[in-house]
């Protein structure tokens, strides 16, 4: 509120903080138990009332994401909140694979860290065996 009152736009963040996910015991999965979804729509609608233009939810189960989308009037932006949400949210590196070991809420459209590792092994190879640079990438 305090934001808002000074003209400062408000995202607000509910279920896993990446930020706090030490305080959370690790990236685990928000609002699982009737009270902490209880809780989490609380907060939700405290958000809204505060002045949040958007409210992003991530890692919760889909059908808190789905109610809280209908319980508010401001949009959700859901990343591994469920398909209801007003909108979708995907990290770059999880959605262009490069992430080893991505969480359950992304999805991997392209495989670049495999074409990245070759393309820098390649480079490697041909470094050592003299390829490059060749004359055509050196300046006279």
Same mark, same amino acid.
């Given at each position: 509120?305090? *934001?808002?009152?000074?003209? =400062?736009?408000? @995202?607000?963040? /509910?279920? *896993? /903080?990446? #930020?706090?996910?030490? *305080? /959370? $015991?690790?990236?685990? =999965? #928000?609002?699982?138990?009737? &009270?902490?979804? $209880?809780?989490?729509?609380? #907060?939700?609608?405290? @958000? %809204?009332?505060? $002045?949040?233009?958007?409210? =992003? *939810?991530?890692?919760?189960? +889909? +059908? ?12 959700? !932006?859901? !990343?591994?909140?469920?398909? &209801? @949400?007003?909108? #979708? ?27 990245? /590792? +070759?393309?820098?092994? %390649?480079?490697? &190879?041909?470094?050592?065996? $003299? ?10």
């Amino acid at each position: 509120q305090y *934001l808002v009152e000074r003209s =400062v736009p408000v @995202c607000a963040h /509910l279920g *896993l /903080l990446p #930020q706090s996910v030490h *305080l /959370l $015991g690790g990236y685990k =999965v #928000q609002g699982k138990s009737k &009270d902490a979804a $209880g809780l989490m729509l609380e #907060q939700a609608i405290a @958000c %809204e009332q505060a $002045g949040a233009q958007m409210l =992003v *939810l991530e890692a919760i189960p +889909s +059908s808190l994401g789905k109610h809280i989308t209908e319980s508010i009037s401001i949009p959700t !932006i859901g !990343i591994g909140a469920g398909s &209801d @949400c007003d909108a #979708q949210v995907l990290v770059w590196t999880d959605m262009a694979g490069l992430t080893a070991n991505p969480p359950k809420l992304a999805k991997a459209y392209r495989n670049l860290r495999e074409e990245l /590792l +070759s393309a820098a092994k %390649e480079f490697a &190879d041909e470094v050592r065996g $003299g390829e490059f640079p060749a004359e055509s990438h050196t300046f006279h």
